[in-house]
């Protein structure tokens, strides 16, 4: 071939090669915005940023309250995980909660109504924009920061698995059939532990890219079809958390708004595409202000709470009690002897009396089963005030006759003073002002026990001698010093007005833990005579090695 030939061809090549590239798009740039888009836009502006920022008084008190050199990780969560919206008729609208949907149909009417207001205004001064790019942005920033903070506040429970914790003993020796619901959906992910890792590094790493401009559409992505999943999770197990779920999906959907039809565009219609995001030219100032709040706020709820929840796993997990057994009680016991005012019980397993099995776990919690049944706690758990007796994970979801009591353990006696784990409180699923969540806010919980601890605690007495007291010490500092918070201290000290609780006192007489005797009163004033004998169960699961706590 000449070199002739050659260069007609590669012409030829260069020709065709022409005709193949696709027809290059002019850049996206700014537009007028039609009549219908502002509109939109003036509504979504008003529900979005009230659905996004803190309108409580108990949020900014907390906020302000806070110490920050002694802080809990439920200080920066509470923090992360407020409520918003407008609620002028609570969290019911039309008589009903509509499945805890009822403040974000009244926040969408009034910002429908503001919105419809705020283009009157402006169209009878004749003072409209051609569009909004700038407010657009802004908005934008509010909610991608609302939404990374708020999820990464909940990733971390799972990063470190503590919101669904692998199941005690006493939930093991549970007949599956006494389980809720959600009960089996939390226990099926807490036997499971790396997989609950898998789901909280999706849910910080949607957080973390939410906070970059470039990343936006990436984080929002990842959050849709985190939180898209955990909405349906929650629907079918009856897991309470749709709301606050659900609310995460809607900001990511509004953060995708613009993006999905380029997506659309390139991914489906195979067409060159040029995204566009408007960014506002900053001054000097606006610039550091800019990078110092994106810094601080990468500091602390990436670096900080990260901290405070890796302590919170190792010392203080928030949904099982912190402070250790006693350590020869521990272990599964039959009951094989039980009387009652010095009248012995044989075994019955219809018996609704008789105690069937006990338990003492590996924290301060004995628990035995009865053949009655008892009120259900359908909480999340989440021990909030922070007292071991509210962390009730133990008996959440639980029925069968199943009863748990935490303990303080006065050793030098071989006495245990013995209070219930359950006691009735409002339905906390869903809570926190229509966003709802895990447990919600401990600032709404508060305020609803202190009226209720105040009317029960009139005429409560001490049942604990001050001798005993002396010898089992205070429960607050009985975890690991690093642990130690302004918060915990603060929950415990509120708490020596004693709430009214079912209560009994027994001793144990043991050698070695295999054969221990309990002699005392229950909480009905019965005398109470309870033989355990050690049994050794031998369970499918095999042990975590990801289970929270230093015991």
């Not at 002739?4 to 260069?14: L, M």
């Not at 996206?28 to 979504?44: P, S």
């Not at 657009?136 to 669904?164: C, D, E, N, S």
Request: aromatic share 14%; charged share 20%; proline share 4%.
């Amino acid at each position: 071939m000449s070199i002739s030939e050659i260069t007609v061809q590669d012409a030829n090549v260069a020709d065709n090669a022409k005709v193949a590239t696709p027809t290059a798009q002019a850049p996206a740039e700014k537009r007028d915005w039609k009549g219908y888009e502002k509109i939109l836009f003036r509504i979504a502006f008003i529900f979005f940023i009230a659905i996004s920022i803190p309108n409580t008084p108990e949020w900014y008190a907390q906020l302000f309250a806070l110490n920050w050199f002694h802080l809990n990780y439920r200080d920066l969560y509470d923090i992360a995980r407020f409520g918003s919206g407008i609620n002028f008729f609570g969290n019911t609208i039309f008589g009903t909660s509509l499945l805890g949907y009822a403040n974000w149909i009244t926040t969408l009417l009034i910002a429908t109504a503001g919105g419809l207001l705020w283009t009157g205004v402006v169209k009878a001064r004749k003072t409209e924009r051609a569009e909004y790019y700038t407010l657009y942005y802004w908005l934008r920033v509010v909610v991608r920061y609302r939404a990374g903070i708020g999820i990464i506040g909940f990733g971390f429970t799972k990063l470190l698995p503590l919101q669904m914790p692998y199941p005690s003993l006493g939930v093991l020796n549970t007949n599956f059939g006494d389980f809720t619901a959600q009960k089996i959906y939390w226990l099926s992910i807490g036997i499971v532990p790396w997989y609950q890792v898998f789901a909280g590094v999706v849910e910080v790493a949607a957080g973390t890219l939410l906070f970059f401009r470039k990343t936006t559409t990436l984080g929002a992505i990842l959050l849709l079809a985190a939180l898209g999943d955990i909405v349906y999770v929650n629907f079918a197990y009856d897991g309470g958390v749709h709301v606050y779920s659900s609310y995460f999906v809607l900001l990511a959907a509004f953060l995708l708004v613009n993006d999905v039809p380029k997506i659309y565009r390139l991914l489906i219609q195979e067409k060159y595409t040029v995204p566009f995001h408007y960014y506002p030219t900053l001054n000097k100032a606006g610039q550091v202000l800019r990078v110092s709040l994106k810094t601080g706020t990468i500091f602390l709820f990436l670096g900080v709470l990260f901290y405070l929840q890796l302590i919170n796993f190792l010392y203080d997990p928030y949904k099982q009690p912190a402070v250790a057994g006693v350590k020869e009680l521990r272990g599964n016991y039959n009951v094989t002897e039980f009387r009652i005012n010095d009248q012995l019980i044989p075994y019955n397993p219809l018996d609704t009396v008789r105690w069937q099995e006990a338990t003492f776990e590996n924290w301060s919690t004995f628990t035995y089963r009865v053949n009655k049944p008892h009120p259900l706690d359908l909480s999340n758990g989440g021990g909030d005030p922070q007292r071991d007796v509210n962390r009730t994970f133990e008996i959440t979801g639980v029925a069968g006759g199943q009863r748990a009591f935490h303990y303080f353990a006065d050793e030098t006696n071989h006495t245990l003073y013995l209070e219930d784990k359950y006691k009735a409180i409002p339905d906390r699923r869903n809570r926190t002002a229509g966003v709802g969540g895990d447990g919600g806010t401990a600032a709404n919980f508060g305020a609803d026990t202190a009226v209720t601890a105040e009317k029960e605690n009139e005429k409560q007495e001490e049942w604990i001698p001050a001798a005993a007291l002396k010898n089992i010490g205070d429960e607050s500092l009985k975890i690991e010093p690093i642990a130690l918070s302004t918060r915990r201290a603060r929950d415990y000290a509120a708490a020596k007005k004693n709430e009214k609780r079912n209560r009994f006192v027994v001793q144990y007489n043991t050698t070695d833990g295999n054969h221990i005797i309990l002699t005392g009163t229950d909480e009905k004033k019965n005398r109470i005579y309870v033989v355990l004998d050690r049994v050794d169960k031998h369970y499918a699961l095999e042990p975590s090695k990801l289970q929270a706590g230093k015991y």
